[in-house]
């Protein structure tokens, strides 16, 4: 096998002077470099020509001593676009909606959203929203350059209202008693504009509260996550660089809690009645964020060859390997490992994927069904937390290969 791994260079670049994008300080202590990657690895590609020639950059990470956050140097937004290719939805899954449902639910009855005027930034395909507006005959408006018709029911309670843009003050004309945001924050190059923005449009409403979650920092840097490290982030946050963030910014932070077996991060929060709102306890230690990501490129290193040695044995053994997740991590672990001629198919179970082709190294997305002519000795599993589902499914097609998580 003929694999082309991509080790980070070692240098770290002397960056004197660079300033925090999320604080504006100018502490930041540069970790991790990779370069040549897919600047939109979600995005897949409708030919292998296609995806073997999408855009690359470079991720060069830094940490702040500042305010704790941990953002890519060497980001460029004009390099990316969120449009319908976009596809990130994870509800096709039954664990992320067993997880989306148990989170609607728990909202619901924790914020009483009946009959409420409710607002998600970055709703995807609106299939949370909906979910939401239905559970309590609430009022929807989502705010997502990438939405895609047809996906969830937009009659869902009293109704919801789609602008496919992104959320700014040009549309502070929509106000709302309660705002969702999940999974946006960390693609939003400046935070602290985006959430005084928010801050601005909800001022009227004092009991206005917002729900924000993302993925955890400390998962992905305490080696847990690394192929979550990819271009479209622009921050990585910590439950304590998250929390400083909001009460930099004018909201008082009530929650912070951990979900998805430690992959995400969620805070609750209301405006404040000042311009810096209360942290409480919620600012966490930001010594040990930066022991994690000092530690973070040995790891990385280490994690590389290990898998390195796997691919090539399994290899070496004829073995048929395929990857099953065809999100953010199955293309960061693919890229890793360009020309790992072993894996030539990646299943996902969101049918809309199929047939197109994992940006940066071009393997076909098939369905699972699809894994009954091509009967594969081994598995690798992009995401641990779907283990058990993907098990499951496996069963149901008849077909018993080795489960490997990555
Ligand atoms: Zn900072």
Same mark, same amino acid.
Do not use: Q, T
């Given at each position: 096998m003929n694999v082309e791994l991509h080790v980070p260079a070692r240098e770290t670049p002397n960056v004197a002077g660079t300033v925090?994008?999320?604080?504006?300080?100018?502490?930041?202590?540069?970790?991790?470099?990779?370069?040549d990657l897919p600047t939109n690895c979600i995005a897949l590609s409708k030919t292998r020509e296609a995806a073997l020639n999408v855009a690359k950059g470079t991720i060069e990470l830094g940490?702040?001593?500042?305010?704790?956050v941990v953002t890519n140097v060497a980001f460029d937004p004009s390099k990316l676009g969120y449009d319908p290719s976009y596809d990130n939805s994870l509800h096709f899954s039954p664990s992320f909606q067993k997880y989306a449902d148990g989170l609607a639910v728990q909202l619901v009855r924790q914020y009483n959203l009946r009959g409420k005027s409710i607002i998600e930034v970055g709703c995807g395909n609106a299939e949370f929203l909906s979910l939401i507006c239905g559970l309590g005959g609430n009022r929807g408006i989502g705010f997502d350059p990438a939405f895609i018709p047809g996906r969830a029911d937009l009659t869902a309670g009293q109704g919801i209202t789609i602008v496919r843009d992104y959320y700014s003050e040009r549309h502070a004309e929509y106000k709302a008693d309660f705002v969702i945001c999940r999974h946006v924050l960390e693609h939003v190059p400046t935070p602290q504009e985006f959430l005084r923005t928010m801050r601005g449009v909800l001022a009227d409403n004092h009991h206005a509260a917002i729900f924000f979650e993302i993925p955890d920092a400390s998962f992905v840097f305490q080696n847990k996550g690394i192929w979550d490290v990819i271009y479209e982030h622009c921050f990585y946050y910590s439950a304590g660089a998250f929390a400083r963030l909001f009460s930099t910014c004018g909201f008082d932070v009530q929650n912070v809690s951990s979900t998805f077996n430690g992959q995400y991060l969620c805070l609750e929060g209301r405006v404040s009645s000042n311009e810096t709102g209360t942290l409480g306890d919620k600012g966490g230690n930001l010594n040990s964020m930066r022991e994690d990501?000092?530690?973070?490129?040995?790891? #990385?290193?280490?994690?590389?060859? #290990?898998?390195?040695?796997?691919?090539?044995h399994l290899s070496e053994e004829g073995k048929r390997v395929v990857l099953w997740g065809a999100g953010a991590k199955g293309a960061m672990f693919l890229n890793a490992f360009r020309n790992a001629g072993l894996?030539?198919?990646?299943?996902?179970?969101?049918?809309?994927?199929?047939?197109l082709y994992i940006p940066g190294t071009g393997q076909q997305v098939v369905s699972p069904e699809f894994l009954t002519q091509y009967c594969p000795n081994a598995i690798l599993i992009a995401n641990p937390n779907y283990r058990d589902e993907i098990s499951r499914q496996l069963s149901a097609l008849g077909i018993m290969p080795d489960l490997v998580s990555i």
């Open positions: 925090c994008p999320a604080c504006g300080g100018v502490d930041l202590e540069i970790f991790f470099r990779l370069a940490f702040c001593r500042h305010c704790g990501v000092r530690k973070f490129a040995d790891d #990385y290193d280490s994690s590389l060859h #290990y898998w390195d040695g796997v691919l090539r894996l030539e198919y990646v299943v996902d179970v969101n049918p809309h994927k199929h047939g």
